[in-house]
């Protein structure tokens, strides 16, 4: 058996055998803990909660409303079956134009319609997963690198470096400074990695920021196409969350940036989707937009890999031309985004943890750095594995999203309904209390506490080889630790 699984592995490619997907690290390890026991309020609720995943479900009445209201927007029903025959049959990989001039007009929207972008300019992928390797394989060849400050999305290191060859530099933020991305700490980065020979070939940022739930301000954007110009290398902005921002400061897209710049727009691009503002992963919508004709010509034919479905298309057209409905669902999720923020974090607060200020997102940076029994990224996974087994909840470790500081932790709160969110807080409050009541009250409790909180780390195989510490970690583990440096602010 052995022998036979080793040879079917020998007929593979590299690209397909290689660890650079990340599926073996704690933040895809917590999802499969979920989908072994998913949490029901009655049929299994000592399951684990799924808060691992950037999901918005808080606006699907919405949605659904408009769709018995817009029977003639789909070719399945009774109303559009006319425009079915269309529809179905071979689309150009352009997209419908109803489609794209409908996808402009929401950019525009949550912009603050302070930018106008060009429905020529939309070309289609499968989802942003999609939009940002395409974006990759038109701008760098293997071995290339792109400076991605940190903490960063955990599965751009899937997204952008598995079938690519690229390489991921982290550049270190602190909280400190909030996370703030600075010039200093991006000069830094490159300037080691032209010492290393690695050619860096951009930026890639997420605004607003996942994992933070921060957006970034007009100084910092300003700073970093001044930066990049100067290089002259490119900056991709993933702004896929752009609609969910609930709070001040606003969202400032980077081509509301540019617009008063003396820049290089060549070297400019941007990756948009429907999965997160209009809550509609399963849809696949993502979206490149390109200031540079040549890239945006090349994505376009690379999108024959990934279109977004004609059915899909004719259907989204007719929801995202419709102002309205549009304008109304926009207002209305910022409010649901910040009621239910706002009763995750003010809930923590009352236990005793802390979150970083955010006002975007699905999700918060929750701070457990007083929960650690050291400042490590060993004992952060030790935290780590006792939420997800013993308190049954499935958030993300710093870690995961190359955090510099171990006791982070993302924590997505759109994913469910009012009364799960109660049972997490419970269960958040439960396991902070007994931590307490069992610092030096008697033997039998700190025995307890050895047994069930401190766990051995030499007893599980499952992460040692990549993340004991830095030292250690190989350049092609799934949490890839950058063979160059980690710059630091």
Not at 3 to 12: E, P
Not at 217 to 239: A, G, P, W
């Amino acid at each position: 058996m052995e022998f036979t699984r080793n040879n079917n592995r020998q007929l593979l490619s590299k690209v397909a055998t290689n660890n650079r997907h990340g599926e073996n690290t704690p933040y895809f390890e917590g999802w499969k803990a979920y989908d072994s026991n998913p949490f029901h309020p009655t049929q299994n609720p000592q399951g684990v909660i799924q808060m691992g995943l950037a999901e918005n479900q808080l606006c699907f009445d919405l949605i659904e409303k408009w769709l018995l209201e817009n029977p003639d927007a789909s070719i399945c029903t009774a109303e559009g079956i006319d425009r079915f025959r269309d529809i179905a049959i071979f689309q150009d990989y352009h997209g419908l134009k109803e489609f794209r001039e409908g996808v402009a007009k929401l950019m525009g929207r949550v912009g603050g319609n302070r930018v106008k972008f060009d429905p020529n300019r939309i070309v289609m992928s499968g989802g942003a997963t999609g939009a940002n390797e395409t974006v990759m394989f038109c701008l760098a060849d293997p071995g290339d690198a792109f400076l991605v400050p940190s903490p960063y999305y955990a599965a751009f290191a899937r997204d952008l470096r598995w079938r690519t060859g690229l390489e991921i530099v982290p550049v270190d933020c602190k909280s400190s400074n909030n996370f703030r991305i600075t010039r200093a700490a991006l000069e830094e980065a490159y300037e080691e990695a032209q010492r290393s020979n690695i050619n860096v070939k951009g930026v890639i940022i997420a605004n607003p920021s996942n994992p933070l739930g921060t957006v970034l301000d007009k100084e910092t954007m300003r700073s970093l196409v001044s930066f990049i110009n100067d290089k002259s290398i490119h900056l991709v902005c993933d702004e896929i969350y752009a609609a969910t921002v609930f709070g001040s400061p606003r969202f400032i897209s980077v081509a509301e940036i540019i617009q008063d710049m003396d820049c290089n727009r060549d070297l400019i691009h941007i990756v948009y989707s429907l999965s997160k503002d209009m809550g509609l992963p399963g849809f696949r919508v993502g979206i490149v937009y390109s200031f540079n004709d040549c890239v945006m010509n090349c994505a376009r034919k690379m999108s024959s890999f990934g279109l977004v479905s004609s059915q899909t298309q004719f259907l989204l057209a007719a929801m995202l031309n419709d102002e309205e409905f549009v304008g109304n669902f926009l207002r209305e999720s910022s409010k649901r985004l910040a009621k239910r923020h706002h009763v995750f974090t003010k809930g923590l607060e009352r236990i005793g943890i802390s979150t970083l200020k955010s006002n975007a997102g699905l999700f918060f940076w929750m701070d457990m750095r007083p929960l650690l029994k050291e400042q490590t990224v060993q004992a952060e996974i030790e935290l780590w594995r006792v939420i997800i087994n013993k308190v049954k909840l499935n958030v993300s470790p710093g870690s995961s999203f190359q955090c510099s500081e171990p006791g982070w932790f993302r924590v997505c709160f759109a994913n469910m309904d009012d009364e799960t969110v109660q049972v997490a807080l419970e269960r958040i409050r439960e396991f902070v209390h007994q931590g307490k009541e069992e610092d030096g009250v008697s033997e039998k409790s700190k025995h307890w506490r050895k047994q069930n909180l401190r766990l051995s780390f030499s007893s599980s195989r499952l992460y040692n080889e990549s993340l004991m510490s830095p030292h250690m970690i190989s350049p092609h583990s799934p949490i890839p630790q950058s063979p160059l440096v980690r710059a630091r602010t």
